[in-house]
């Protein structure tokens, strides 16, 4: 029997399809890397039939590309031609919460704004936003990814909530690893393992997560600033003194003409800081007075806007702005981080070889974290074009990892960075192999993603 034909023997017929259109979506995520179409696409109801989905993969060698919103940057929930992929996004259900205990049980297709509108009731909220894909993100995608966003200065990524996973191994088996414990010096963190491994090692179905209480209040501010240098100076101050920033976002002054171009802004073309604190007003007004002191007395401006325009607003047009500023190019993006105190010749560095082979570049990120997105355009149709935009990011990326930094920040792998993961991570990625092999001996855990067995 065919994979598919099995499939139509474990699930109901309105889970499953071979339809085109649903097979178009499930070919795709959010990256700009070429689609790939599975066999089929199965939306599981629960975990024993995942247990069975996984054993018939199996038992006909059929690799399993688990998918939340298919919102990923890297490729990482492309499927394999010769694949099934496994929605996960039905399985949507709130398990268990537990207030008291700042904690909550999920299913891994709760998408993250829905989990928040839930816990706001009881004055809780889950962190890590992933920015712009908050109302879609699922938490198993999440998990997956370690997705983090803006606030993750603060709070952290994902993986720093995730208190226990439910998961279906490569073997079929299904497991609970982690506990309800706060603090563990019990045995290996396999749940630190799963999370951020991009479905290469196991099936989350069902999340336990940490909580936080949602602050008093919270305040914005921004800052103008003179050169980059100042900028990123005034990041490694406010970390200096201890400043309980919950998110700080640093905009190149490229990024800034860009958005005076897609809203009529009329902003200083000058690099930027976008500052927000959390907690009681006390707290508020030390940190703000702080902060508007170390800006100040690196020359920065505070930011003031026309009548009716809110700082933060800006921020949250960035990518639109590099989409429309050259209509009929593309993005090209990486999410590199590293030290804070190289974010001046990271940034002067980028601009460099945008000048050089005259590719439109824009530097923007969650700084706090050293966090930088570097994203360029490029003509996708022309293959010149497109490679020199590759080689570029290539050499972004080359950098990032000479001054201690990470590939990826924010995104994973998945198969955007794949060419550059072993720069980063050297002789290790033999033992990532071998604890690929533990946890999927036959290969069908959304296989050639991350790196190659
Ligand atoms: C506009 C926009 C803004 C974004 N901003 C951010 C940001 O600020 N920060 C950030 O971190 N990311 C960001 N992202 C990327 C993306 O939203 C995150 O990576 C998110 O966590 C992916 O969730 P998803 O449900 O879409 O996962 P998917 O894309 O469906 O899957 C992602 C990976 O996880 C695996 N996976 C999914 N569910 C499971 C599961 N249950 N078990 C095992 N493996 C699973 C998939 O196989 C794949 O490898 C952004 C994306 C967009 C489009």
């Not at 490729?75 to 700042?102: C, F, H, Q, Y």
Request: with cysteine; proline share 5%.
């Amino acid at each position: 029997m065919s994979i598919v034909e099995t499939l139509r023997s474990i699930v109901p017929e309105d889970q499953l399809s071979t339809g085109r259109d649903h097979l178009r979506v499930a070919s795709v995520d959010e990256s700009t890397l070429t689609p790939v179409t599975p066999l089929a696409v199965v939306w599981a109801a629960d975990p024993d039939e995942i247990v069975t989905i996984v054993r018939a993969c199996i038992e006909i060698g059929t690799p399993i590309t688990t998918r939340g919103a298919g919102s990923a940057l890297e490729g990482s929930t492309i499927p394999l031609e010769n694949g099934i992929v496994l929605d996960l996004s039905r399985m949507a259900a709130i398990k268990n919460l537990w207030p008291e205990d700042l904690q909550v049980e999920v299913e891994p297709g709760i998408i993250f704004d829905d989990l928040n509108l839930r816990l706001k009731n009881e004055g809780l909220f889950f962190p890590p936003s992933p920015g712009g894909s908050g109302d879609i993100a699922t938490i198993g995608g999440m998990v997956s990814t370690n997705a983090s966003g803006i606030y993750s200065v603060k709070y952290g990524g994902t993986r720093d909530y995730v208190l226990a996973l439910d998961i279906v191994t490569g073997e079929g088996e299904a497991m609970t690893i982690g506990n309800r414990a706060i603090k563990r010096s019990s045995g290996y963190n396999l749940v630190d393992l799963v999370a951020g491994s991009e479905g290469t090692l196991g099936i989350v179905t069902s999340v336990t997560l940490k909580l936080a209480g949602i602050p008093e209040d919270r305040r914005q501010s921004a800052f103008v600033f003179k050169s980059e240098i100042q900028t990123a100076q005034a990041v490694s101050e406010m970390c200096r003194y201890g400043l309980d920033i919950a998110a700080v976002e640093f905009l190149d002054r490229h990024l800034v003409k860009a958005l005076n171009r897609l809203k009529d802004y009329g902003l200083e073309e000058a690099p930027m800081l976008f500052l927000e604190f959390h907690g009681p007003t006390p707290v508020l007004d030390s940190n703000e007075e702080m902060a508007a002191s170390i800006c100040e007395e690196l020359d920065a401006q505070p930011l003031v806007l026309a009548e009716g325009h809110r700082p933060w607003e800006i921020r949250h047009w960035a990518t639109d702005a590099i989409k429309h500023y050259r209509p009929g190019l593309s993005i090209l993006r990486n999410d590199v981080a590293f030290p804070i105190s190289r974010l001046p010749d990271m940034v002067a560095y980028c601009h460099e070889l945008g000048d050089k082979h005259k590719l439109p570049m824009f530097t923007f990120g969650h700084v706090g974290m050293g966090l930088l997105h570097a994203l360029m355009l490029a003509d996708r149709e022309n293959p010149a074009d497109w490679q020199k935009a590759e080689n570029v990011n290539r050499l972004i990326i080359e950098r990032t990892v000479e001054i201690g930094g990470t590939v990826s920040g924010e995104h994973g792998i998945g198969l955007g960075h794949k060419d550059q993961f072993e720069l980063e991570h050297g002789a290790s990625v033999e033992l990532m192999r071998k604890i690929k092999r533990q946890f999927d001996p036959h290969g069908i855990l959304n296989p050639g993603k991350i790196f190659d067995l």
